[in-house]
Protein backbone atom coordinates (compact mmCIF):
# COMPACT_ATOMS: atom_id res chain seq x y z
CA UNK A 1 0.00 0.00 0.00
CA UNK A 2 1.45 3.61 -0.74
CA UNK A 3 1.46 6.65 1.54
CA UNK A 4 -0.25 9.67 0.05
CA UNK A 5 1.22 12.66 -0.56
CA UNK A 6 1.98 15.10 2.76
CA UNK A 7 -0.80 17.58 2.95
CA UNK A 8 -1.57 21.34 4.89
CA UNK A 9 -4.81 22.79 4.84
CA UNK A 10 -5.36 26.07 4.87
CA UNK A 11 -8.21 28.00 5.84
CA UNK A 12 -9.98 31.20 6.44
CA UNK A 13 -13.06 32.89 8.42
CA UNK A 14 -15.46 35.32 6.63
CA UNK A 15 -17.74 37.17 7.57
CA UNK A 16 -20.67 36.11 5.79
CA UNK A 17 -22.89 32.92 5.88
CA UNK A 18 -22.33 29.80 3.97
CA UNK A 19 -24.71 30.32 1.27
CA UNK A 20 -23.57 33.71 0.26
CA UNK A 21 -19.58 32.16 0.22
CA UNK A 22 -20.79 29.02 -1.49
CA UNK A 23 -22.94 30.91 -4.08
CA UNK A 24 -19.70 33.26 -5.09
CA UNK A 25 -17.36 30.51 -4.76
CA UNK A 26 -18.90 27.72 -6.89
CA UNK A 27 -18.81 29.85 -9.94
CA UNK A 28 -15.63 28.86 -11.93
CA UNK A 29 -15.97 33.05 -13.59
CA UNK A 30 -15.42 34.47 -9.61
CA UNK A 31 -11.49 32.26 -9.18
CA UNK A 32 -9.86 35.18 -11.29
CA UNK A 33 -10.83 37.57 -9.05
CA UNK A 34 -9.47 35.93 -6.01
CA UNK A 35 -7.07 33.05 -7.16
CA UNK A 36 -3.76 34.51 -8.44
CA UNK A 37 -2.81 31.54 -10.33
CA UNK A 38 -6.01 31.73 -12.59
CA UNK A 39 -5.98 36.27 -12.83
CA UNK A 40 -5.57 35.62 -16.82
CA UNK A 41 -9.00 33.95 -17.04
CA UNK A 42 -10.98 31.70 -17.76
CA UNK A 43 -12.60 30.57 -20.55
CA UNK A 44 -15.44 28.00 -20.35
CA UNK A 45 -14.05 25.06 -22.74
CA UNK A 46 -17.89 23.84 -24.21
CA UNK A 47 -20.79 24.84 -24.43
CA UNK A 48 -22.31 21.34 -24.21
CA UNK A 49 -23.68 20.56 -21.08
CA UNK A 50 -21.49 17.41 -20.43
CA UNK A 51 -18.41 19.54 -20.42
CA UNK A 52 -19.73 22.35 -18.19
CA UNK A 53 -17.71 21.89 -15.56
CA UNK A 54 -14.30 22.05 -17.54
CA UNK A 55 -12.13 25.85 -18.37
CA UNK A 56 -9.07 26.85 -20.02
CA UNK A 57 -6.91 28.70 -18.35
CA UNK A 58 -3.35 29.97 -19.32
CA UNK A 59 -0.63 28.18 -17.43
CA UNK A 60 3.35 29.09 -17.17
CA UNK A 61 4.01 26.18 -19.46
CA UNK A 62 0.86 26.45 -22.29
CA UNK A 63 -2.62 26.00 -21.71
CA UNK A 64 -4.55 24.18 -18.89
CA UNK A 65 -7.62 22.59 -18.01
CA UNK A 66 -9.55 23.28 -14.79
CA UNK A 67 -12.37 20.66 -13.94
CA UNK A 68 -14.65 22.32 -11.24
CA UNK A 69 -16.86 19.85 -9.21
CA UNK A 70 -20.55 20.50 -9.63
CA UNK A 71 -23.19 22.63 -7.37
CA UNK A 72 -23.90 20.55 -4.25
CA UNK A 73 -25.44 20.92 -1.25
CA UNK A 74 -22.89 19.84 0.89
CA UNK A 75 -20.16 22.94 0.36
CA UNK A 76 -17.68 21.55 -1.96
CA UNK A 77 -15.79 23.29 -4.36
CA UNK A 78 -12.74 20.88 -5.60
CA UNK A 79 -11.32 21.66 -8.79
CA UNK A 80 -8.80 19.46 -11.20
CA UNK A 81 -5.83 21.13 -12.53
CA UNK A 82 -4.63 19.70 -15.86
CA UNK A 83 -1.05 20.55 -16.97
CA UNK A 84 0.26 19.95 -20.39
CA UNK A 85 2.43 17.24 -19.85
CA UNK A 86 -0.44 15.10 -18.72
CA UNK A 87 -0.29 15.28 -14.67
CA UNK A 88 -3.73 16.18 -12.89
CA UNK A 89 -3.11 17.64 -9.67
CA UNK A 90 -6.19 17.84 -7.30
CA UNK A 91 -7.04 20.91 -4.95
CA UNK A 92 -9.73 20.11 -2.30
CA UNK A 93 -11.87 23.04 -1.32
CA UNK A 94 -14.34 23.41 1.11
CA UNK A 95 -17.04 25.89 2.82
CA UNK A 96 -18.29 24.51 5.90
CA UNK A 97 -20.55 27.22 8.36
CA UNK A 98 -19.25 28.30 11.77
CA UNK A 99 -20.50 30.33 14.24
CA UNK A 100 -22.56 33.56 11.90
CA UNK A 101 -19.82 33.25 9.14
CA UNK A 102 -17.61 30.84 6.96
CA UNK A 103 -14.38 28.50 6.92
CA UNK A 104 -13.27 28.10 3.62
CA UNK A 105 -10.25 25.70 4.13
CA UNK A 106 -8.23 24.49 0.64
CA UNK A 107 -6.15 21.27 1.19
CA UNK A 108 -2.79 21.84 -0.26
CA UNK A 109 -0.98 18.90 -1.43
CA UNK A 110 2.87 18.20 -1.27
CA UNK A 111 3.96 16.19 -4.24
CA UNK A 112 6.87 14.10 -4.59
CA UNK A 113 9.20 16.25 -7.00
CA UNK A 114 8.61 19.98 -4.84
CA UNK A 115 11.37 20.92 -2.96
CA UNK A 116 11.11 23.07 0.54
CA UNK A 117 11.13 25.77 -0.74
CA UNK A 118 8.65 25.48 -3.94
CA UNK A 119 6.31 24.44 -0.93
CA UNK A 120 6.55 26.90 1.06
CA UNK A 121 6.00 29.31 -1.60
CA UNK A 122 2.91 27.56 -2.64
CA UNK A 123 1.54 27.78 0.78
CA UNK A 124 2.15 31.22 1.00
CA UNK A 125 0.62 31.83 -2.63
CA UNK A 126 -2.86 29.97 -1.29
CA UNK A 127 -2.64 31.85 2.03
CA UNK A 128 -2.31 35.07 -0.01
CA UNK A 129 -5.18 33.91 -2.05
CA UNK A 130 -7.74 32.86 0.99
CA UNK A 131 -6.90 36.36 1.91
CA UNK A 132 -7.78 37.79 -1.27
CA UNK A 133 -10.75 35.85 -1.36
CA UNK A 134 -12.11 37.22 2.46
CA UNK A 135 -11.30 40.90 1.66
CA UNK A 136 -13.35 40.32 -1.49
CA UNK A 137 -16.85 39.23 -0.09
CA UNK A 138 -16.46 40.94 3.51
CA UNK A 139 -16.10 44.16 1.36
Do not use: C
Request: charged fraction near 25%.
Amino acid sequence: MSQGFPSLHLSVWIDRDLAGVYDFLHRPENFPLWASGLAGGLQRLSARAEDALDWLAAGPDGEIRVRFSPRNEYGVVDHWVFLPGGQVISVPLRVIANAGGSEVTLTLFRLPEMSDAVFARDTDWVRRDLARLKELLQS
